[in-house]
């Protein structure tokens, strides 16, 4: 079984920052894009940022100068490294790969979510 865990989320103050990782495993020949997404209450899911496997990135322009997007491919880990946040960045942050399994097929997976808040 492929699955996404993610780690990291939690209550922060405006300003502050938060570091989110997500891992994937189980039977995984290649990852392709690696992202994050977000949803806010009574908000559709947009994309944050997302990088590919030779390391180029994407980012939604809210974040940009921000949030940095990283990935480490020996551990098909992801990492998004949140500075100076804000309270519209609160959110449930999901994970996102676009992965090839050991059996060659290709599948997109989604993690559980992480819930991120920014308040005083």
């Known amino acids: 079984q492929v699955q996404l865990v993610e780690s990291g989320g939690g209550l922060v103050q405006p300003g502050g920052s938060l570091r989110l990782s997500c891992a994937a495993s189980?039977?995984?020949?290649?990852?392709?894009?690696m992202g994050w997404y977000r949803q806010a209450p009574g908000k559709q899911r947009e994309l944050v940022a997302a990088?590919?496997?030779?390391?180029?990135?994407n980012y939604a322009d809210s974040v940009k100068g921000r949030f940095t997007i990283s990935r480490d491919n020996a551990k098909n880990t992801v990492y998004l490294q949140m500075n100076r946040l804000k309270p519209e960045d609160t959110a449930v942050y999901y994970c996102?790969?676009?992965?090839?399994?050991?059996?060659?097929?290709?599948?997109?997976?989604w993690g559980q979510g992480t819930q991120v808040t920014v308040s005083s």
């Open positions: 189980g039977s995984i020949f290649s990852i392709n894009v």
């Open positions: 996102n790969a676009d992965l090839v399994l050991s059996s060659g097929r290709r599948r997109t997976i």
């Open positions: 990088i590919a496997t030779g390391g180029s990135t």
